[in-house]
């Protein structure tokens, strides 16, 4: 039990779909992040929500739109998504914005294939 | 350009035996994390170190943050396979937390 839930845990989409990832926290936390993993390559930041509010992005192409409904929820919003776009998507959660130390509580992550 | 330097980026081991994984910078964090994620699974936070010269031992794993602030190292005595997994270092600075690229470890029974 993570505390941050993630779905799917699996997606394959070709580049024409449009998609949805969802992630849940149940931990009571402020901030919301989204990250992309891609291999041998360093964790990505995307977007930071805190409370609700977009508090960064990160130079994202616009075929990536988040959305952040309540403290509890975030989405990633796929659209017209490229062939290197297909990494694994993690979301994560902290009491605090990560300046203030603030550990990150992570989900497991949607696989993403676009072919 | 890389702002977090891990080495080495793969480690196969056997069972029992000792390693060092080392997370460089030249900049100067107000704190450095480690986390672990295993296979199929999202990252999870090992330790926090905030003090220069911080040493933190959580079992078999000992952490310690540089004098400057600038670099860490992860120590494991007695390597299990259950120690399997991408280790990741992550350093505070302005606001924002930043990822190394991962030591994958490997260790054989």
């Known amino acids: 039990e993570t505390g941050v839930t993630q779905t799917p845990r699996h997606l394959v989409m070709g580049m024409t779909n449009k998609k949805s990832l969802k992630c849940e926290q149940h931990?009571?936390?402020?901030?919301m992040y989204w990250y992309k993993q891609s291999a041998k390559k360093p964790l990505e930041l995307m977007f930071v929500y805190s409370l609700e509010e977009r508090v960064e992005n990160n130079s994202v192409p616009s075929r990536f739109s988040p959305e952040c409904p309540n403290s509890s929820h975030l989405f990633l919003h796929l659209h017209t998504l490229q062939p290197e776009d297909s990494a694994l998507y993690l979301c994560a959660s902290s009491h605090r914005l990560t300046g203030m130390a603030s550990p990150l509580h992570f989900g497991n992550g949607t696989r993403l294939t676009v072919t | 350009t890389q702002l977090l330097e891990q080495s080495p980026q793969f480690l196969s081991i056997q069972e029992g035996e000792n390693l060092t994984v080392y997370c460089n910078s030249s900049s100067v964090f107000s704190s450095l994390q480690w986390y672990r994620q295993e296979p199929g699974e999202g990252p999870v936070l090992l330790v926090t170190v905030v003090t220069g010269g911080e040493v933190k031992k959580l079992k078999r794993l000992t952490f310690q943050f540089g004098d400057a602030r600038k670099d860490s190292s992860l120590h494991i005595t007695a390597a299990q396979p259950g120690d399997t997994g991408l280790y990741l270092c992550?350093?505070?600075?302005?606001?924002?937390?930043?990822f190394g690229q991962g030591t994958e470890l490997s260790v054989k029974p």
């Open positions: 992550a350093g505070a600075k302005g606001g924002k937390l930043i």
């Open positions: 931990l009571g936390h402020n901030a």
